[in-house]
């Protein structure tokens, strides 16, 4: 299985805050990577795809880079409905796989 | 719109089968995506269980491979997963979703998904 790792686990912001959000593979896995976000009793929503290609109808501030191994999920000026966990998957491998997850609160 | 909606028993007891079924509307399950499940364990992250596509092949998560089958029914627009010997970790909210299409890869991310079901595992 390709594992991943996101940093930091919890990360506290106010409103209108630049995050940051960082994924690691634990081998390649070129471009096909994706973002989430999930909010409790919703169902996730996909933000990213491709690793920086945003999905029809996510707002601008978020935006995805990296290839390989590292990669980042940047909420350019954080909204009050931002506040949520967010979570990276490869799809590279046909075994899909999650990062734990990291949770945005309000600072 | 594509629409997803997840229904089964909300609690199940130790060693039983925990069955569940995804009803599609909106778009035909044969239309060419994989079909998933994915799961959300209390004070844990997203977890993918297992994927099949309207051909009946299949993808499973190598840590619930002997336990995990997954089959659709496409003249009801449906999939469904069976979990077999479930314990308390399997206390879940278990999500259905659609994956994408023509990713150029061995898969493809997940998109729209279910509202979740809750699954207690309890005696």
């Known amino acids: 299985d390709i594992q991943m790792t996101q940093s930091p686990s919890t990360l506290s912001a106010s409103v209108g805050d630049r995050v940051t959000i960082n994924c690691r593979a634990s081998q390649s896995i070129g471009s096909w990577l994706a973002w989430y976000q999930y909010k409790p009793g919703k169902a996730p929503n996909l933000l990213i795809y491709k690793a920086s290609s945003l999905e029809n109808g996510v707002p601008s501030r978020f935006s995805g880079s990296g290839s390989g191994t590292d990669f980042t999920l940047t909420i350019s000026s954080l909204q009050p409905d931002d506040f949520a966990t967010y979570y990276c998957q490869q799809y590279k491998s046909s075994s899909r796989t999650f990062g734990q997850g990291t949770k945005v609160e309000i600072k | 719109q594509v629409h997803l909606q997840e229904s089964g028993p909300g609690l199940a007891k130790p060693s039983e089968t925990l069955s569940l079924t995804c009803t599609v509307s909106g778009y035909s399950i044969s239309s060419g995506n994989y079909w998933a499940w994915i799961r959300q364990s209390p004070g844990k992250g997203l977890e993918w269980l297992a994927s099949?596509?309207?051909?009946?092949?299949?993808y499973y998560s190598p840590s619930l491979k002997s336990r995990i089958t997954m089959s659709v029914d496409t003249s009801k627009n449906q999939f469904s997963l069976n979990l077999s010997s479930v314990t308390a970790a399997d206390t879940a909210i278990y999500y259905c979703?659609?994956?994408?299409?023509?990713?150029?890869?061995?898969?493809?991310?997940?998109?729209?998904w279910g509202q979740g079901i809750l699954v207690t595992v309890s005696s």
């Open positions: 099949i596509y309207y051909t009946g092949s299949t």
């Open positions: 979703a659609r994956e994408r299409q023509s990713c150029s890869s061995l898969s493809c991310p997940f998109g729209p």
